[in-house]
């Protein structure tokens, strides 16, 4: 288990941890390999097949010991519920910024320069809350510009051809882990100041 700080609503409810970046790698990993595999996950499913989009189960691809969570492709999608295995930590992401090798930039650095190019000139506006608590400060669980070689199959997300393509990703990435055995809630908005979505997550942890 990760060291971080516990959250409790009330006496004798629920609880769980939120991770800090100062943890340097939860769970073997570091938090810009996380935000990676995140990304690899989310463009690795054809969106016919997707949690993301809806048309697939919240569980679909995920492995312990860390789930992966996002927003919404729209502005209003159904609450999503699952069952969570007793133990497993959710990386959460409401809100991302990619760029890539797909249009003829080859140079990372260049991508890295969009990516927070892009960040900047549509503020986000993403949060995050957890069994009812708003978590503060979201932007101090941004992880600037993480690069890394995504693996795109066929009907992915993208709608690229399927092979390797180099990319550079910013975004905040939360960790809620030690959750309680129990019912919780995970509400996300995402969005900048050109776009917003909303999305309720509901678990049972068992």
Known sequence: MAACSSVSS????????????SVPAPYGHTWPE???????WAVGLPPSHHPLWDTAPVDTCQS????FLGGANSISVPTRTATVPYG????????????????GVTSLDSLALFTLADWTAYP??????????????????????????LVL????????????????????FV?????????????LQGGTTAFHASINYK????
């Not at 996380?34 to 690899?40: D, I, M, V």
């Not at 960790?175 to 509400?187: A, C, R």
């Open 10 to 21: 009330a006496p004798g409810s629920v609880t769980y941890h939120i991770v800090p970046l």
């Open 64 to 67: 312990s010991p860390v789930w």
């Open 124 to 149: 986000p506006t993403g949060t995050i809350a957890v069994d009812g608590n708003d978590i503060p400060n979201l932007y101090s669980y941004l992880i600037d510009t993480s690069r890394c070689v």
């Open 88 to 103: 497993t930590a959710l990386l959460v992401n409401p809100q991302l910024e990619e760029q890539d090798t797909a249009f």
């Open 203 to 206: 678990f049972t942890v068992r």
């Open 34 to 40: 996380w935000s990676s595999r995140w990304l690899q």
């Open 175 to 187: 960790m809620i882990d030690s959750l309680s055995k129990g019912e919780h809630t995970i509400h």
């Open 153 to 172: 199959p066929d009907s992915n997300l993208f709608g690229y051809p399927p092979g390797k393509l180099a990319a550079c990703t910013m975004g905040y």
